[in-house]
């Protein structure tokens, strides 16, 4: 979270880097096969305040300028990468201003033909052509976002199929989880 308080009315700017953001690495599910690529959801950018998401290369700064009681508050997830043109990131509940601490498990599957590569075929998957399943648990209600930069096939809360919501300018998917499960957390199915 950036604030800026002060009697001044000149900006203070300055550049985030994914790799600014303590033990980012072992956020990724593979720290060793991370690109160094994020996904940046800004909390207050958006139209009507309703958030921005932007793709980090590694390396690369995203200037952050502030004025007078101004603030900004960033969620900054790696992005795994699945195949060629499917890469995903869990960005949480992004009305909460700590919307990762949302996401409890993650875990990434890759398809061939619509069976798990490495586990016989058993996945509950229906499409021949999907190329990846992310799974995840996340805890509380509300907007959940991810970053995608292909429309997911379809979403699924437990057995369900959900609808959602999709930005083909920033990749951003959205769904809306309800009340909390029995189990405590929201099991999440994202197929690509």
């Known amino acids: 979270m950036f604030h800026r308080a002060g009697a001044g009315a000149e900006a203070l700017t300055c550049g985030v880097k994914g790799s600014d953001v303590h033990l980012i690495s072992e956020a990724a599910t593979d720290?060793?096969?991370?690109?160094?690529?994020?996904?940046?959801?800004?909390h207050g950018?958006?139209?009507?305040?309703?958030?921005?998401?932007?793709?980090?290369?590694?390396?690369?700064?995203?200037?952050?300028?502030?004025?007078?009681?101004?603030q900004d508050i960033l969620t900054v997830s790696p992005i795994k990468d699945?195949?060629?043109?499917?890469?995903?990131?869990?960005?949480?509940?992004?009305?909460?201003?700590?919307?990762?601490?949302?996401?409890?498990?993650?875990?990434?599957?890759?398809?061939?033909?619509g069976k798990l590569v490495g586990d016989g075929g058993s996945a509950a998957c229906r499409s021949e052509e999907a190329v990846g399943l992310v799974c995840m648990e996340a805890r509380g209600c509300g907007r959940f976002g991810a970053y995608s930069p292909v429309?997911?096939?379809r979403c699924m809360l437990g057995s369900v199929e959900?609808?959602?919501?999709?930005?083909?300018?920033?990749?951003?998917v959205t769904l809306q989880l309800e009340e909390m499960p029995g189990e405590r957390v929201h099991k999440i199915v994202v197929e690509l």
Not at 31 to 42: E, K, L, M, T
Not at 46 to 69: E, F, N, T
């Open 31 to 42: 720290p060793d096969q991370w690109s160094g690529d994020c996904a940046v959801y800004r």
């Open 45 to 70: 950018s958006g139209d009507h305040g309703s958030g921005d998401l932007v793709v980090l290369p590694d390396g690369a700064a995203l200037p952050v300028s502030l004025k007078v009681l101004e």
């Open 82 to 113: 699945l195949a060629p043109g499917f890469r995903f990131a869990p960005i949480g509940l992004v009305d909460m201003f700590n919307s990762g601490a949302a996401v409890e498990g993650l875990t990434y599957h890759l398809l061939d033909g």
């Open 151 to 153: 429309r997911p096939r």
């Open 162 to 172: 959900m609808e959602f919501s999709y930005d083909s300018s920033s990749g951003l």
